[in-house]
């Protein structure tokens, strides 16, 4: 069993700044690819960022410049640094992970942290 648990959400102000992180754990072989997804009311679930293993990452035009993907192989983590926030960011937002175990290979997605971004 695989479990990915987001933390790092919550209210902040526009122009401010959090960050999200999202650790897997469970029986893992290897973590492949890894992403932040967002879904606002009313809105589809939607790519916020991307980045492979090898450290290769990729933006949706919405963030370019204002946030940032990263992540610890070693700690199985991802983390989104996410700057200069706008009100229109506010969205439940979501970690995903394609990962392999001994049995399987699928993707996995975490519980979902709030983000709120309010004068």
């Known amino acids: 069993q695989v479990q990915l648990v987001e933390s790092g959400g919550g209210l902040v102000q526009p122009g401010g700044s959090l960050r999200l992180s999202c650790a897997a754990s469970?029986?893992?072989?290897?973590?492949?690819?890894m992403g932040w997804y967002r879904q606002a009311p009313g809105k589809q679930r939607e790519l916020v960022a991307g980045i492979n293993r090898g450290g290769i990452t990729h933006y949706a035009d919405s963030v370019k410049g204002r946030f940032t993907i990263s992540r610890d192989n070693a700690k199985n983590t991802v983390y989104l640094q996410m700057n200069t926030l706008k009100p229109e960011d506010t969205a439940v937002y979501y970690c995903?992970?394609?990962?392999?175990?001994?049995?399987?290979?699928?993707?996995?997605w975490g519980q979902g942290t709030q983000v709120t971004v309010s004068s």
């Open positions: 469970g029986s893992i072989f290897s973590i492949y690819d």
């Open positions: 995903n992970a394609e990962v392999g175990t001994i049995a399987t290979r699928r993707n996995y």
